[in-house]
């Protein structure tokens, strides 16, 4: 029960026929009438017409699929689950381990620009001291960790199993990074498992200000300039949260819809690429490279885990879990988007060892910055370790 076995990604070609046919065969909704050509009512269907032509017919899974088993990947079961992750060491002798989860609407995939660079620092203009071993598994229900064998799987549950992951890959002591739900899992690793973790990074970007009074308290310190602004952002989340509150209460529902419809995958996936990545960039691909939010969406709907994310969100919404869990491990933010007010909220005594604000990029990091995102990884742990 305790092997770890290699994985290799060869999805049936009967799958991406019937990916390409039903594409091919989408039933489209009629235009609105007078909607507007941006997403502020969500994905625009001349837009979505656009890129779901280019996913059957330019859009190259072969070639991505090439490209991700290029990377040493494996899976072993832990608590009855099967646990997929990348492991990619360094050929530095001394780097650091360093396990990095992604968040939700993500995947692994979020992070194969990061990984040369992470594993390889002298080729990318670091040094033999910043490199990392870096090990990127899956969130159970997300990507290859499927099928869910049980209910229960959460933030917690999650993080148990991923210290049992870097325990038996021989990591003692590890460095943790990640954004979304992936930094609620880093943080709780922190905090519960302090003598592995040698440092926890997470990236975040202005819109967590949003989730103030939700997820966490608001302070009374703050101006009045800036409780505008943390009032402003929770106000524009009301019009975010829609898949949130489905997903948190009614899974079964969206997953009808996510694992039969492509369409639905695309545009669901789609919306957020194009609200939560740098307010800069109109279309999502002025913000994440086309091919690679298409890698995410299709590794979504070749695994049907629309289904079993939305059941991930569900079970974490009532696990009643605090997801800024207290630890004496170093940490540190890397913010994207940034607003000072993010910090004067999060860290108004300036205590956090390590924080790094950049205008660019956004919610998804790993993505729409991954050099930034590298360097501030570097720097962290040069700190820490």
Known sequence: MNSIREFRIDIPQADLDDLRTRLTNTRWA????????????GVPLDYLKDLANYWATGFDWRAQEVRINAYPQYVTE??????????????????????????????FVEFLEMIDPLTNPVAYGGSAADAFHVVIPSIPGFGFSTPV????????????????????????????????????????LAALHPSSVIGALVN?????????????????????????????????????????????????????????????QLAWITEKFATWTNPNASLPEDAVNRDHL????????????????????????HAN????????????????????????????????????????????AAMEAPDLLVEDLRAFFRQVR
């Open 321 to 364: 879990l605090n997801w800024l869990a207290p630890s004496n491990v170093p940490s540190g933010w890397s913010v994207y988007n940034t607003t000072p007010t993010l910090r004067r909220f999060m860290d108004p005594k300036l205590e956090v060892p390590f924080w790094s604000d950049h205008q660019e990029g956004g919610h998804f």
């Open 149 to 188: 064998s049980a209910a229960g799987w959460e933030v917690g549950r999650t993080t148990s199993a991923y210290a049992e992951l870097m325990n038996r890959l021989g990591y003692p002591r590890y460095g943790a990074h990640g954004g979304d739900v992936g930094a609620g899992i880093t943080g709780r």
């Open 30 to 41: 009629d235009p609105a009438p007078g909607a507007p050509s941006d997403f502020s009512r």
């Open 78 to 107: 832990i608590d009855g689950q099967t646990i997929h992750f990348l492991h990619v060491r360094s050929t530095e002798p001394d780097a650091t381990p360093l396990l990095m989860t992604h968040g939700y609407p993500g995947s």
């Open 294 to 317: 298409l890698t995410n969406i299709t590794l979504y709907w070749l695994t049907r885990t629309g289904a079993t994310a939305a059941r991930f969100l569900y079970e974490a919404a």
């Open 204 to 264: 975040s970007d202005r819109g967590v200000l949003a989730l103030a009074g939700e997820q966490f308290p608001i302070p009374d310190h703050l101006t009045e300039s800036e409780l505008a602004e943390v009032n402003e952002l929770r106000e524009s989340w009301k019009s975010e949260r829609g898949y949130l509150d489905l997903q948190s209460h009614r899974p079964e529902t969206i997953a009808a819809a996510l694992t039969d419809s492509p369409i639905a």
